[in-house]
């Protein structure tokens, strides 16, 4: 079994910083991509940035230059920096990590709210 542990969220005004992070534990040896994802009510969930094994990132378009993406493969975490928060980044923030097998394991959801 897989746990992944999200923390960090919360509520901020707009222009201010949060900083997510997710630990993955159990039976998961090998992670390869790493990644977090958000869903606004009434809205589906979509990417926001995800990290590969060897560091190579990719980003949603409204977030890049706002949003940083990390990991530290020696303690299975993935960290989502987030600057510069407008309203419409208010969501659940979910992180996502699959295995070497690319099998998917989420976390349970971290509430990001960014008021006006």
């Known amino acids: 079994q897989v746990q992944l542990v999200e923390s960090g969220g919360g509520l901020v005004q707009a222009g201010g910083s949060l900083r997510l992070s997710c630990a993955a534990s159990?039976?998961?040896?090998?992670?390869?991509?790493m990644g977090w994802y958000r869903q606004a009510p009434g809205k589906q969930r979509e990417l926001v940035a995800t990290?590969?094994?060897?560091?190579?990132?990719n980003y949603a378009d409204s977030v890049k230059g706002r949003f940083i993406i990390s990991r530290d493969n020696a303690k299975k975490t993935v960290y989502l920096q987030m600057n510069s928060l407008k309203p419409e980044d208010t969501a659940v923030y979910y992180c996502?990590?699959?295995?070497?097998?690319?099998?998917?394991?989420w976390g349970q959801g971290t509430q990001v709210t960014v008021s006006s």
């Open positions: 159990g039976n998961i040896f090998t992670i390869n991509s």
């Open positions: 990290i590969t094994s060897g560091g190579s990132t």
């Open positions: 996502r990590v699959t295995n070497m097998f690319e099998y998917p394991y």
